[in-house]
């Protein structure tokens, strides 16, 4: 499969916890976008990358987010002290340039 | 800011026709989206149109934008039960900068027999 990656599917941790997700885009792919979904909304975005460069952050992507994409292939996204307002789904998506982004199948969140 | 805004469910019977409704704030949009999302899955597209057109049609897809309403639909014709998803409909404006998408809330369609 050459689709979009995102690893794990579904972390279930405790309040104050770390959390990291991993994603994979299609290989061919300079631009990589996070977003971030909860229940019963739209898919909002969190920020994106061109090859290793973070260009645009979110305000949404508070202090506690960070993300990275070290050789401009695969990227993380870590959520430090975890809080419950933090469960949602993390989708990942990419994109050659401006052409139409490639959605993975996203990694729920649960903070209990 | 921007917004999107969509009505949150629709039913249909099986062979009628579907239409998700959707406005947008925006006036600078450059290109409207309509995506599907199935109960575990992704986001995929279905189809997309450029600011500049008024329709674009794609095998059972219709899609028609009016932009001085700041209103896109998309019709369905001939709905079948594998139709049943969430759509949703996306703006974005093109200025060098990303293609990030505004997303509206969702339409659940449900597909009755």
């Known amino acids: 499969d050459t689709g979009v990656s995102q690893d794990p599917r579904h972390k279930i941790t405790k309040r104050g916890q770390n959390v990291t997700f991993r994603c994979d885009p299609i290989?061919?792919?300079?631009?990589l976008y996070w977003y971030r979904q909860t229940l019963g909304q739209g898919p909002e975005f969190l920020t994106y990358?061109?090859?290793?460069?973070?260009?645009?952050k979110s305000r949404l992507l508070s202090d506690r987010f960070s993300a990275e994409r070290p050789k401009g292939s695969f990227s993380t996204l870590e959520i430090q002290r975890t809080e419950q307002g933090d469960s949602a789904m993390y989708l990942c998506?990419?994109?050659?340039?401006?052409?139409?982004?490639?959605f993975g199948e996203g990694s729920r969140l649960t903070v209990l | 800011g921007e917004d999107v805004e969509q009505s949150l469910f629709l039913s249909v019977r099986e062979g009628d026709s579907s239409v998700i409704n959707c406005t947008y704030t925006?006036?600078?949009?450059?290109?409207l989206y309509w995506y599907k999302q199935e109960p575990g899955a992704g986001l995929q597209l279905l189809t997309y149109?450029?600011?500049?057109?008024d329709m674009k049609q794609d095998q059972r897809l219709t899609v028609l934008l009016n932009k001085k309403d700041k209103h896109l639909s998309l019709r369905i014709a001939d709905t079948q039960t594998g139709d049943s998803a969430i759509y949703f409909c996306?703006?974005?404006?093109?200025?060098?900068?990303?293609?990030?998408?505004?997303f509206g809330t969702g339409t659940q369609l449900k597909v009755e027999l």
């Open positions: 998506a990419s994109s050659l340039s401006d052409g139409e982004l490639f």
């Open positions: 290989s061919e792919h300079n631009r």
């Open positions: 990358f061109q090859n290793e460069a973070q260009l645009e």
């Open positions: 925006d006036s600078s949009s450059t290109y």
């Open positions: 149109i450029f600011s500049n057109m």
């Open positions: 996306a703006d974005t404006i093109l200025t060098g900068g990303g293609n990030k998408l505004t």
